[in-house]
T-cell receptor, first 110, second 112 residues
């Protein structure tokens, strides 16, 4: 069973700062998804990346899939308190079953 | 368009009781996945269905069973509940075009 490791595990920053979250594995994924989860709610899909080297932008969020499709990063520019939450990466190998990363809990202070 | 619907949202049971959780996927999605998320943990895959047939199985206890019906909704049946079954249970339905999973709001099960 492959493991998706996220770093950092916790991140507390001030409003306006930039941050990067990393998601790493020794396995190759056919696709990788990033989710954001609020306490007691279901994960909300942010983006799906499928091609090695792919970069996708969603407003202030930039997602990158590694060339070898084993790792990914999420970069947030000028973080806002509304960005606070649990960020999960999840990879799909040969099946649709998602393997979730260990999660990054982000807190943005005003 | 409506998202994934789960019911109930909250459920309180006692040890050794049974529980049934329901999931209604997004319209035209024929694949449903169930996940269990313990406190402070990431979601763990339990079981999945495609076109009413079980397609994959994860770390689902033998006390649990699930099925998918002709209208593609799915039910997770849990028997002989244990304290350790207390968790958030999510179902997700899949857009096969992009292999994207969309999660429901979850059912919070508390076993006393």
């Amino acid at each position: 069973t492959q493991l998706l490791e996220q770093s950092p595990q916790f991140l507390s920053i001030q409003e306006g700062e930039n941050l990067t979250v990393y998601c790493n594995s020794s396995s190759v994924f056919s696709s990788l998804q990033w989710y954001r989860q609020e306490p007691g709610e279901g994960p909300v899909l942010l983006v799906t990346v499928v091609t090695g080297g792919e970069v996708k932008k969603l407003k202030r969020l930039t997602f990158q899939f590694g060339d070898a499709r084993k790792d990914s990063s999420l970069h947030i520019t000028a973080a806002q308190p509304g960005d606070t939450g649990l960020y999960l990466c999840a990879g799909a190998e040969n099946t649709d079953k998602l393997i979730f990363g260990t999660g990054t809990r982000l807190q943005v202070f005003p | 368009a409506a998202g994934v619907i789960q019911s109930p949202r909250h459920l309180i049971k006692e040890k050794r009781e049974t529980a049934t959780l329901k999931c209604y996927p997004i319209s035209r999605h024929d694949t449903v996945y169930w996940y269990q998320q313990g406190p402070g943990q990431d979601p763990q895959f339990l079981i999945s269905f495609y076109e009413k047939m079980q397609s994959d199985k994860g770390s689902i206890p033998d006390r649990f069973s699930a099925q998918q019906f002709s209208d593609y909704h799915s039910e997770l049946n849990m028997s002989s509940l244990e304290l350790g079954d207390s968790a958030l249970y999510f179902c997700a339905s899949i857009d096969q075009t992009y292999n994207e999973q969309f999660f429901g709001p979850g059912t919070r099960l508390t076993v006393l």
